[in-house]
């Protein structure tokens, strides 16, 4: 093992492909959207006889370079920044970081051009075909969670912060989230339990490896950016507990209009709905965090992405608990209102908070000021007031899909009504679109001419303390 | 034992029973419900369509049938992100047919339920729509026959491919 933990690598070097990776995987991912949104709205739009710029092809190829590309690697940045700023040591190999990160940018590529071939299982965020799956789990997953897992194991304090609890095990969580989804590639299960094996493991993608990373990134950044410490650890111990309980077990609920058994639906809705708990613990732990500190939203750029992420997560959760019930689900299944809801959980709430985390870190590790405030700031309006009139559109068109399903009109009859709420989706759409290439533009900038700014050493860290 | 170690072993635990518990005890009872006649039909005409390595690019290779062919490509192009192959259970009855039941989606692999519905439901467009010509037209200009769709127009599709996507909607009951 010598040869990975030899330092010939600077501290910080993980981290900082990571993060500007994941924000080149941001730029192209929504990039791939014009072509799924300008289609829905004007289907003819591009040329026909191009199979690569279909709407088919091109959808499951912008949902994996938006989460497998952009959340995952931001994620990854993250844990490689904070894992050893809390363990107060350094990151147990910055060579397998770098080579983690280079990896992952191959396995990136190999995404995308069996994706767009249309080379993939047929099950939806399990699309990916079983050698790419074998490369996902040895050669992103595994190494990620191995350099967390050694960090967390050689740290020079007693107890673990939140957040490392959540790093820890969301890295063991995905690993068998990821293999237990992609069984189906490897045995002959089919029929109703492959269906039900694919939707468990989209549902844990989400619930075990998405929304705890984002909130343990948050229960770092927000507590050390407003200066107050961690409200509550108790709070911190009844979300984390509630997520591996609650989180791991609603699968079903994707699949509510299915004959899969009455009392697996039952029981998912119940689990859905005890979310909640999970949800307001952290949504209210982060809230009370910056009591008195409250002047810093508009004045800090990375609280400001931060907390606006927290604060999506309460419509957010309220929305998932309610509309898994079978009083609502079997009204808006399948309609936009979905793909609002999805959006609002992975562009609303666990993209802004990563954001903010990598407008924070990245300048950090990179020992310089952010190039332009200005623009960050143009960023985060574009992409907030971008998202909220994309999702204000879709929540709407989901509506009518939905009253059009209670009436049974002619299907077309619906495409047709709904037709201003994808014009409405792809131009808002555009103002997210464009927000994302200021971004990177202000980070290289950031990276060559930002001003030089002598930061503490990484881990010096007073204001969170390492209370278990 | 130090706190973290408990806490790890806890982890593991939690995060195992609940696997347990939907994983084992919902696949298991699941994989015991005995397949209809049509579900076994079906598999024989269909086979198991997604990406395989005796086909690796997606073309049908070695299918049995001309409809399973079909289905591969229904795959390939991505017409189940827009098409579910489920009705659902409180309303569509009349407009797309019965809902499947437990027994009827057993065997297929992949099942392609789908979760974002744009398009009518496809489940039993074999017995609700069997003009072939139709498909035809619709899939090279869906405007044609249909104002207002907002479905692609699959102009690359070589002939081939056209004809197998039809004998895979045909084979929808
Ligand atoms: C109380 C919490 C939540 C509950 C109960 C919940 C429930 C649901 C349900 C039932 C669906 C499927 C609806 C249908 O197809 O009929 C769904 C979809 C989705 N949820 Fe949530 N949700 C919650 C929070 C979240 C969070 C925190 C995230 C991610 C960070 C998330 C991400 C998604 C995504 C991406 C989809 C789309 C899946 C698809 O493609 O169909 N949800 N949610
Ligand atoms: C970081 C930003 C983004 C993330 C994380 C994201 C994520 C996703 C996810 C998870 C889905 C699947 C939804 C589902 O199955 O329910 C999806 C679909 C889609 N996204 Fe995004 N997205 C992002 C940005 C955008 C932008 C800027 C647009 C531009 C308009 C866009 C347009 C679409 C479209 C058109 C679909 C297909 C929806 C459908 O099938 O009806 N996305 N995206």
Redesign the pocket.
Known sequence: MSFLTENDYAEGTAAKNFFFSAIVM?VI??ML??I??FR?AWPDIFPNDIPWLHFGRV?PV??HF??FG??FMAFAGAMCYITPALCKTKLWSERLGFWNCWAWNIGMVVVFFTLINGLTTGR?YQDLIWPVDIYVLLFMLLPLAVNVWMTMLSRRVEGLYVTLWFFGAACLFIILTYFIGAIPDFFPVTGLSEAYMTWWHAHNVLGLWITPVSAAIAYYIIPKISGNTLYSHKIGHLHFWSIAAFYSTPGAHHLMGAPIPEWLKSFASVSGVLIMIPALAFVVNMLMTMKDKWWMFTKNISLQWALTGVLFAIPLNIQGAFQQTRTLNWYIHGT?W??A???LA??GF??FIEIGAIYYGLPKLLKRKIYSLKLAKIHFWLTAI?FLG?WIALTGGGLVQGAAKVYEIPYIESVIATHPYMVG??V???M??FAQPLFLYNMVMTAKYGERQESKPVIEDKIIPAAT | MPRYVVGAILVVLVIFSSIGITIIAGSTYMGNIPPSKWAVEKEKMWAHTGWNIHDPLMQGWGAPTLASKGKTIFIREGCW??HTLLPEQTQDWTYFGSPPTAEDVQLESPSLFG??R?APDLLHIGSRNRVKAWHYVHHRNPRAVTPGSIMPAFTYLSDEDMDALVAFLDSLK
């Open positions: 941001l991912g929504t959207a014009i799924t949104s829905l959808r912008h949902v938006v989460i952009w959340i939806e936009h979905i793909v809801h999805a959006h992975l562009l666990s993209t971008g994309f989706r792809a808002f759409g555009l997210i679109i | 992100w827009c979760s974002d744009k």
